[in-house]
């Protein structure tokens, strides 16, 4: 096996079959594989055509809706039971694959949202590895409803929340919607809830966040929720440029019009266009689309806003048409080229934690307009913590008005505040470089991980040798 003499092991990367759960995983197993680690992304064989990404392979696996995925489901409990029994028996049939090859899988790092592959993991006696897509403040917090020391619901009046260590008080706003009203997301709050239901046999936890970020909240829950923090896991173009031609993420769920949007921000000076979207889940109703609207086009400004085909009927009459000027409405675009276009002067975000980082990464102020789940809490880190954007007020049917949205852009673009913010986004963006790029805390904790692959890898090949009778010692 001399060609195999640098071999660094081999692990599978599961991720939960979405756009925002998928990008982060795609760039974890690139990052690996740049190290020299043999890195294969398994997904479903719904998405499986819609990624491609140089040196990582590809296997698809099943989660029982093979021709239309969550959408052929038609029910969150329906797909998630029918994933965990036919993803289990698919990804083992993925690691039986390379079983007696010159690379079989010693690892398999899997989406928090998939805890049944640690099992499967378990099954075939390799490592398992959990990978968490939120910020650490959100997983803390779930971990602690997990454990017992936080319950719910919580009540307004109980706030500020303030009981976790590294994480500054939240107020009611600010909470996840999963603990305001627990009632009404049953199934995503248990899927929540069951990243830690077999945690603690996990041999590596990883999440996409960094140490400068959220400093000292891994740690206060470091017991119930020891994670490494790996991030941003953002393309390496964008950040320390050391993965060759590593310019996207390498997997679309749609189409994007990138070509178009480069072209019309290309007639625009920098700093001076609005760019607005709301990420791949989330959908704004009918009166938050039009309020979103007038304030695009009250502000006077040039906006590029993402609109999913399916909900441009929900923008108000008319409206398209009067802002020919001023707007270019796309369904899907590249995200990270139009944030690092020089014309983007303000992102306009539902604080995805995909988004928050992208943001950061590429030194966007950002304007933050939380739907719900994490998004809220992240909204508070934008706005109050790294003050690197603002977060408007919603009226009391949770609708940001246009006037809002207006005076909120005016403030990050040309404000009194917005020389702090944009210096703050520049501060924060070297802090994320640093991170990543080689000798910083997030290279390190991803060099331990490699090292541990390669030794095991040893260890494994010398004990097969001595079994053998070769007498290696």
């Known amino acids: 096996m001399e060609q195999n003499k640098y071999y660094k092991g081999h692990i599978v990367v599961v991720p939960y079959p979405s756009q925002g759960h998928i990008n982060p995983l795609l760039q974890f197993a690139k990052r690996l594989a740049s190290k020299g680690v043999k890195a294969t992304i398994a997904t479903t064989r719904y998405t499986v055509e819609s990624i491609c990404a140089a040196n990582v392979g590809l296997e698809p696996i099943s989660d029982g809706f093979d021709e239309g995925g969550f959408a052929e489901a038609k ?54 590895a959990a990978f968490f897509t939120n910020s650490a403040t959100v997983s803390s917090i779930f ?23 590294g994480v500054p008080p939240l107020n009611f706003r600010d909470l996840p919607s999963f603990l305001r009203l627990p009632e009404s997301y049953p199934v995503y709050l248990a899927m929540k809830l069951s990243q830690f239901s077999n945690l603690e046999k996990a041999d590596w936890v990883f999440a996409n966040t960094f140490e400068e970020l959220e400093p000292g909240v891994a740690e206060g829950v470091s017991k119930h929720w020891p994670a490494k923090l790996i991030g941003p896991m953002v393309p390496s173009a964008f950040l320390d440029g050391r993965i060759e031609g590593d310019k ?10 990138s070509e178009e949007c480069i072209k019309w921000l290309e007639t625009k000076v920098p700093k001076s266009v609005v760019y607005v979207s709301f990420g791949s889940m989330v959908s704004l109703t009918e009166k938050q689309m039009g309020e979103i609207a007038w304030g695009l086009k009250e ?61 950061l990464s590429l030194g966007v102020p950002m304007v933050g307009i939380p739907q719900w789940a994490d998004q809220l809490p992240d909204a508070k880190f934008i706005g109050e913590i790294w003050e690197v954007g603002v977060r408007p007020q919603e009226d009391e049917k949770w609708v940001v008005r246009r006037e809002e949205l207006i005076a909120c852009l005016k403030e990050v673009m040309e404000g009194k505040r917005s020389q702090k913010i944009k210096k703050n986004c520049i501060l924060w ?14 290279d390190k904790r991803i060099d331990e991980f490699v090292w541990f692959l390669r030794s095991e890898k040893r260890k494994n090949e010398e004990a097969k040798k001595f079994m053998n009778g070769n007498g290696v010692h």
């Open 299 to 359: 502000s006077g400004k040039y906006f590029l806003w993402v609109v999913k085909e399916h909900e441009r009927h929900r923008l108000p009459n008319g409206f398209i048409e009067s802002v020919k000027e001023k707007g270019l409405i796309v369904p899907w675009c590249n995200q990270l080229e139009m944030l690092a276009h020089e014309a983007i002067g303000c992102f306009v975000t539902h604080c995805g934690w995909n988004s928050t980082l992208e943001g």
């Open 429 to 442: 963006r070297e802090r994320a470089k640093e991170a990543i790029g080689e000798g910083g805390s997030s």
């Open 75 to 128: 029910s969150e409990e329906v797909f998630f039971k029918s994933f965990k029994a036919n993803g289990s028996s698919t990804l083992s049939q993925v690691i039986l694959k390379f079983r007696n090859t010159d690379s079989p899988v010693n690892c398999i790092v899997y989406d928090s949202f998939l805890p049944w592959a640690l099992d499967a993991a378990r099954e075939h006696g390799i490592y398992g």
């Open 248 to 257: 996207g993420y390498g997997a679309s769920l749609w189409k994007p019009l």
């Open 143 to 165: 971990c602690r409803i997990h454990n017992g020391t936080l319950s719910l619901p919580l009540e307004e009046e109980n706030m500020p929340l303030s009981s976790i260590a």
